[in-house]
């Protein structure tokens, strides 16, 4: 069985939480919260920063810890999931983020193909399982 490292991005404002329209497997045409892989030798926290880069053209901090004089502390997720897709599954850390500078949303065009931005009121999407279990756990 293979495993692949994932992480993905809460991230809301105001009234509203950022989701991404899926255009593939897992849950092709579900709303999801934006993320991806983590990169061999990466960190999670560090993946989820460059993810939410590169699909939403937002620079963002993630909650959860901070470093000491010489010792970093890691950031925890909020949640882990694990689940199935397709041939292997995913193992995904969501992390809670808040946006540093401008929330003007202008993804890399390389990313495109991920699936349709969008500022989306809390319980009107069609969205994924593990966006729905977070949002009902995270967000009040």
């Known amino acids: 069985m293979r495993v692949e490292l994932t992480c993905t991005a809460l991230i809301v404002r105001e009234d509203k939480v950022l989701l991404m329209k899926r255009t593939r497997e897992p849950w092709k045409g579900l709303w999801g919260f934006p ?3 983590v990169d061999s030798g990466e960190l999670p926290e ?5 993810e939410v880069r590169e699909e939403t053209g937002l620079d963002v901090m993630v909650y959860g810890g901070g470093s000491t004089e010489d010792v970093r502390v890691l950031k925890k997720p909020l949640e882990t999931f694990f689940y199935p897709v397709l041939d292997h599954y995913h193992l995904n850390h969501l992390f809670s983020c808040s946006i540093k500078g401008s929330s003007e949303l202008k993804p890399d065009p390389r990313w495109a ?3 349709e931005l969008k500022w989306c009121r809390i319980g ?4 994924n399982p ?6 009902e756990r995270h967000v009040k």
């Open 130 to 135: 593990v966006v729905k279990y977070a949002l």
């Open 35 to 37: 993320g991806g892989h």
């Open 46 to 50: 560090d993946a989820i920063v460059r």
């Open 113 to 115: 193909h991920e699936g």
């Open 124 to 127: 009107q999407e069609n969205v």
